[in-house]
DNA sequence: TCCTGCTATGCAACGAGTTGCATACGCAAT
DNA sequence: ATTGCGTATGCAACTCGTTGCATAGCAGGA
């Protein structure tokens, strides 16, 4: 419900086609709320029929025409309107919590490698993120708002991988020494 | 997809009913996986159709009969094949990331309130993680290994919270500058 | 007495989101 | 020549998940 809004956002920073917004929620944005092509696709047709949008086809040399679109009037009264609106519970869904849990019923070493790789990513992607901050907010007392807003949500990401990193070297640790101790008691007694 | 997962771990842990589950998912495993009862009640036939789980019908003096789910061996046999699966990319549903820049386009004051009503939930949730784990875990260097594996979980769900706390007062400091700051050049020449 | 709320399960309709495929052009490599 | 890749948009079919409603008995309060 609330893709419009993170469209909307994207296109009032920089007004952009399909495609490219696609390519946009692989990276910026994606980060916060993710979409697949075929879904910005169907919600930009109902946005222009909304008239929350406008559009203008553009002609490429050498590539295929696009349509870019723009947000309108209608479309910035609906997003006011929307940050105005209570915050909707957030759907949870913490796959490797589930995992970690679950391995309390299998042999708790084979999740190991799952969460080194799981770890891996999380490394590389603060690693992207502290690069962004250097590069986009060097200098952050000279910041206009649309920029110290934009900060703030990245310093969000990095705390958060900061987090998970420290978290999922717990997670090892407990992995590893229920996979070196002896297994005693495995779960057939401990109904 | 993993909400058969989510529901057998739940299971293994403790037999019990589409009812019983439901409350579950409004409070512990529900912290990692969502789910409505609806969702569970769906979930829960397909399960026993693919042999996962067995049923019982349990009659009950004073209240509704009750169907009571148990995983059953190809269920375990199931999630030890999931456990062993690469953690598929995690959709994100950030909906205060994409808020917080979409304040950037109106007036960021107006999303304080709504800031300092998620910040409260937040510290609501860490208190009663806090005291979840003091009682659960009083003693952790004499937990088996299923208490352990929760443990490490219910220690991501405070180091989250308490990321997240240390986050929105950097949310909510932020947006109180650019409150009292003059709106210095607004949208309209922004562009 | 009636109304509300809890336990317990479920149908029907809808909306959100994914997966697979199709089209079409140009460019670069094999 | 043909294969593969990047740009660009879209249909069709499906699954996942939500919302609203229905049923039904019992308990407790106004």
Same mark, same amino acid.
């Given at each position: 419900?609330?893709? &419009? ?39 930009? +047709?109902?946005? &222009? ?6 559009? &203008?086809?553009?002609?490429?040399? !050498? ?20 940050? +105005? ?13 589930? /995992?970690? /849990?679950? @391995? ?9 490698? &799952? ?5 891996? !990513? ?9 690069? !962004? ?5 060097? @200098? ?5 708002? +649309? ?8 310093? !969000? ?8 990193? @420290? ?8 992995? +590893? ?12 007694? @401990?109904?």
């Amino acid at each position: 419900m609330a893709l &419009e809004h993170a469209i909307l956002v994207s296109l009032l920073e920089q007004p952009g086609s399909g495609y490219e917004l696609a390519r946009r929620f692989d990276r910026s944005i994606g980060r916060f709320w993710t979409a697949t092509h075929q879904q910005i696709y169907k919600v930009l +047709r109902r946005m &222009e029929t909304d008239g929350w949008i406008s559009v &203008e086809e553009v002609a490429q040399d !050498g590539r295929p025409d696009k349509k870019v679109y723009s947000a309108a009037a209608p479309g910035r009264t609906a997003l006011a309107a929307w940050l +105005r609106e209570p915050v909707e519970a957030e759907t949870v869904r913490h796959e490797l919590a589930v /995992r970690i /849990r679950a @391995a309390a019923f299998d042999d708790p070493a084979a999740l190991i490698p &799952e969460v080194e790789r799981h770890r891996e !990513g999380h490394a590389a992607l603060l690693a992207h993120y502290l690069y !962004g901050e250097g590069r986009d907010f060097p @200098a952050p007392d000279t910041l206009d708002a +649309r920029q110290r807003l934009q900060h703030v949500v990245l310093r !969000g990401g990095i705390e958060y991988e900061r987090m998970t990193l @420290a978290w999922l070297d717990d997670v090892l640790a407990t992995l +590893r020494e229920l996979a070196a101790a002896p297994p005693a008691g495995t779960e057939a007694d @401990a109904d």
